[in-house]
């Protein structure tokens, strides 16, 4: 009998083992790993544009919140944050700081999709036409200018380098008017509404090697329509045109340079066409063709880097 029970003792404990190692098996095998990118289908933030200052006593931070849409019940994906310029804007957990004067794009990622914040850093923010007049005659190179939402009736030419004019959004700020970056650099319009009835060009940069960069921008015209202008004689080669969550809506040309050598880096992420009686398209500009840049035709719209 004693003998028996010697035998049967390492024998159960070994049936144990093997009945531990099968179920170890079949439940790490129901557990499936997730792929970020599968389940995203998009990512929107509470807000796209922020205005923020480092003086004392004024608001330096703000909280901005990712929504995530899962085409996966229950799935569970991290959000990473990043900031396009440090120097300007630091963000941890969604938590947005001011460091410096400026202008830094906030990106939220998950899997493969991402959305942004605009934040723009500085203490000048007007509320009406007068005062934007008093700041762009005001502004020196490197100007941060905030609209705060309104109407603004008149045209504004910013005569400085490397200006930056950024609305409260989209939906609440207009410009019935042009915006002109008359002294070239990098120059950066966002959040806002500008319509050129009749005009030349909705909003444009001129100077040798100029840059514009548009988000969440709306640009059109009547009649004649008006044209979204990386331009004048003196653009030439090197000058950059990138456009991003933008549309052009009752424009005569959406895309226009008139100089040879300009818009040889182009991007386009999330540009929308709306074309009304007075629509029209250019299909080429400046010597796009010879440098092999794509312009989507008129109501198509482009994600190219």
């Not at 608001?59 to 396009?84: R, Y």
């Not at 914040?117 to 490197?142: E, F, R």
């Not at 609209?147 to 930056?164: E, M, P, R």
């Not at 005009?199 to 009649?223: F, H, N, P």
Request: proline share 1%; hydrophobic share 45%.
């Amino acid at each position: 009998m004693k003998a028996s029970r010697k035998f049967l003792a390492p024998l159960f404990v070994l049936v144990l083992a093997f009945a531990a190692l099968a179920f170890t098996a079949c439940n790490s095998g129901s557990e499936e790993e997730i792929d970020p990118a599968g389940v995203v289908s998009s990512v929107t933030l509470n807000q796209t544009s922020a205005f923020l200052s480092v003086s004392e006593g004024a608001e330096n931070s703000v909280a901005l919140t990712a929504t995530l849409d899962l085409s996966e019940e229950g799935a569970e994906v991290d959000t990473t944050w990043s900031t396009s310029n440090g120097a300007v804007a630091s963000v941890s957990g969604g938590t947005v700081t001011a460091v410096g004067n400026g202008v830094a794009v906030i990106t939220a990622t998950a899997g493969n999709k991402s959305a942004t914040c605009v934040v723009a850093v500085t203490d000048t923010v007007v509320s009406d036409a007068a005062g934007l007049a008093s700041a762009a005659a005001a502004a020196q190179n490197g100007a941060v200018i905030a609209l705060s939402a309104g109407t603004y009736s008149d045209d504004v030419t910013f005569n400085a380098q490397n200006v930056s004019l950024v609305g409260a959004g989209a939906s609440f700020v207009t410009v019935q008017g042009s915006v002109t970056f008359a002294g070239g650099g990098s120059c950066f319009l966002s959040g806002m509404t500008v319509t050129a009835e009749d005009k030349e060009s909705a909003v444009s940069v001129s100077g040798a090697g100029a840059s514009l960069e548009l988000r969440y921008a709306s640009l059109g015209g009547e009649v004649y329509g008006a044209n979204l202008a990386l331009s004048s004689e003196s653009s030439g080669d090197g000058s950059t045109l990138r456009v991003y969550d933008s549309s052009f809506t009752d424009v005569w040309c959406a895309l226009y340079a008139d100089s040879v050598g300009a818009l040889l880096r182009t991007s386009f992420t999330g540009v929308t066409y709306q074309y009304g009686s007075a629509g029209g398209y250019c299909p080429a500009f400046g010597d796009a063709a010879e440098t092999g840049v794509s312009v989507p035709s008129a109501g198509e719209q482009t994600d190219a880097a």
